[in-house]
DNA sequence: AGTTGTCAAGCTAGT
DNA sequence: ACTAGCTTGACAACT
């Protein structure tokens, strides 16, 4: 099992995820923040390296507005070498990496231009796996979407548009089971008809679920990731047993943990800690699990 | 230097 | 018909 954490590391001091004001674009201002946001990305990647932390999610203002109108800048020509680069990194210390487009991603929305947008936004997301040389078992992770009134025309809808997604996206691309709209039996529906793995979320789905349990839901996603796809993608986070609403976990709950860990110790996945003092709580749990702690040199390939 | 409002993109529930 | 909340970091405009 590898232990990940989203788009930021708190210990560094950089960000990879440098963004700025569509009113204040210019060309030299979004080459200044690709560039910072690719130096320091290599940056996480290594103290995560050094610190056996080898599953991550890259932000996906990684390259900002990438897929917006207003970017007619050929980022993926210009900035080839140094994502291949950071890709050669990825692959010869065999790092899980993992994306997940924000909430404006939506493949079944009735509006067809939204549905567009989508599509351009997960292009660019496949283009970044692509240009690291990363292979299908790099997850782009989106929700099913809105209900829209109607959950069965909407998951149909999704499947309409699933299909004419190009075949780069489809490679990447994984279902994740949300906490109001899509639960896990949703997901698993989609994915019996559609053949997408679902991405489990534990948290989603002690909030919104058909009463499976823990292991039951283990039993069941893991069955729609096949080889290519890698060992299945969980994410995992402890907010909101809120003592006060609102309040959130600073740090991850290691008894919770403990406790999550052990019901389904059988399983194989690589786990995605989604906590506010990110690799802090990876270090922690991985302390804990005994996972962590040394650098283990790596034999380099080619 | 520190604080607060706002930001490309949307859905939903509550009014 | 309209708006706040979602969740959250970071920019931008203020004290």
Known sequence: MKIGYPCINRSLGCSSSKTFRLKSYSENLLIEKINNNLDCLLKILKYNREHNILFFRISSDLIPFASHPVCTYDWKKLFKEKIKNIGYFIRENQIRISMHPDQFTLINSPDEDIFKRSKRELQYHADILALMGLDSSA??????????????????????????????????????????????????????????????????????????????????FSKTWSLRDGVPLVDYSSQAQAKRSGSHTESIDLNDFTGFIKEVEKFDFDLMLEIKDKEKSVLKVMHKLKLSGKTKKTTKKA
């Not at 299909?163 to 039996?185: F, M, R």
């Not at 979320?201 to 069941?220: I, Q």
């Open 139 to 220: 997850k782009i992770q989106i929700h099913v979407g809105g209900v829209y009134g109607d959950k069965e025309k909407s998951i149909t809808r999704f499947i309409k548009r699933y299909k004419k997604l190009s075949k780069k996206i489809k490679e990447h691309l994984v279902i994740e089971n949300d906490e109001k709209s899509y639960c896990l039996a949703d997901c698993l529906n989609l994915s019996a008809r559609i053949n997408i793995p679902v991405l489990f979320d534990v948290f989603h789905h002690s909030l919104y679920n058909n009463k499976e349990s823990l292991k039951a839901a283990f039993v069941l």
